[in-house]
């Protein structure tokens, strides 16, 4: 086998112990997630996907992983930072915006379950906004229920923001409506 040859054994190589601690954390295995960690500190494009593998884990399994979560703390700052306009290509827009809607979600039910009902409510709600504005249905209606649930915890300002971005849900479905009289999508 060439150079090059050797560089895709290597990288599928890489990706394959990258989907068996997935797989470990996804079966909440956690003697696995030191190693875990370790990989996602050497491959910081998965970080974003990799956390929020570790947070569903957390949640489905009932444990905690602050301290894994402050390791991690510089690039989480950067994500809700990084305006969804400055993100590359449309695609790739789009794939990292439904990416951190998804980790917001369970991010928002991580802090529920922890009694943080303050943060859950500011995950839920920035989840919401990443929804309505990029029409992620499944998440709108995920983030409306978690609000819905929690709603006696949220400030006024949480609710007035809510208020805002259901407005924003009614005009997505009217924008999205069905027309009859013309036999399609308007």
Request: charged residues 25%; contains cysteine.
């Amino acid at each position: 086998m060439d150079e090059e040859g050797w560089k895709v054994v290597e990288m599928h190589r890489v990706y394959a112990r990258g989907n068996r601690l997935c797989i470990e954390i996804k079966m909440g295995n956690t003697s696995a997630i030191y190693e875990y960690i370790t990989y996602l500190r050497e491959h910081p494009d998965e970080t974003l996907e990799g956390l929020n593998t570790l947070l569903e884990s957390a949640n489905r399994f009932g444990y905690f992983v602050d301290a894994e979560l402050g390791l991690f703390s510089q690039q989480l700052e950067s994500f809700w930072e990084l305006a969804p306009e400055q993100w590359d290509t449309h695609y790739h827009k789009h794939f990292n915006a439904f990416r951190f809607a998804s980790f917001c979600k369970v991010y928002a039910e991580y802090h529920f379950r922890k009694g943080d009902f303050s943060e859950g409510l500011g995950q839920a709600l920035h989840c919401l906004q990443l929804s309505v504005d990029n029409s992620y249905t499944e998440h709108i209606i995920g983030c409306m229920a978690l609000f819905e649930q929690h709603r006696n915890f949220a400030t006024p300002e949480q609710q007035h923001l809510y208020q805002s971005l259901c407005l924003g849900v009614r005009k997505n479905e009217k924008n999205h409506a069905y027309d009859h009289s013309i036999g399609g999508y308007s």
